[in-house]
C-alpha cells in the first residue's frame, strides 16, 4: 500500500521559518526518482515548489527562490522543504508529490498560514 505523509505546517509569523517534511512508503514494487514540493492557494491553480531528483539535482518556483530549500533523506523516501523569510502569499496548502518509474502519488497536504 502506498501512502505519502505531510507534516510540519501550522500558523507562521511573516518573516518566520517552517521546516514541512514528506515520508513516502511506497513498497519495494516502484522506485522513486523524484520528489516534488507543490502548492495551492484558495482560488489559485497549484504550482510547483521545488522539485529534488535523486542526482541531487534541484528546480524551484520562481516565487521562492532564495528563501525555501528542498532536501531528501539518504533512503530517498523522505523529502523536506525549509522555508524561510515566509510572506502572507506564501499561505497555502503544501503538497507532496513522489515520482517513481511508472506511477506518481500525490501526499494530502499540510496546511501553512503565514499571518501576524
Known amino acids: 500500500q502506498v501512502e505519502v505523509v505531510e507534516s510540519g505546517g501550522g500558523l507562521v509569523q511573516p518573516g518566520g521559518s517552517r521546516k514541512l517534511s514528506c515520508v513516502a512508503s511506497v513498497g519495494p514494487t516502484f522506485t522513486i526518482y523524484a520528489m516534488e514540493w507543490h502548492r495551492q492557494a484558495p482560488g489559485k491553480e497549484r504550482e510547483l515548489v521545488a522539485h529534488m531528483h535523486n542526482d541531487g539535482s534541484t528546480k524551484y518556483g520562481d516565487s521562492v527562490k532564495g528563501r525555501f530549500a528542498i532536501s531528501r533523506d539518504n533512503g530517498k523516501t523522505a523529502a523536506y522543504l525549509q522555508v524561510n523569510n515566509l510572506k502572507p502569499k506564501d499561505s497555502a496548502v503544501y503538497y507532496c508529490?513522489?515520482?517513481?518509474?511508472?506511477?506518481?502519488?500525490w501526499g494530502q497536504g499540510t496546511q501553512v498560514t503565514v499571518s501576524s
Open positions: 508529490y513522489v515520482r517513481a518509474w511508472y506511477d506518481e502519488w
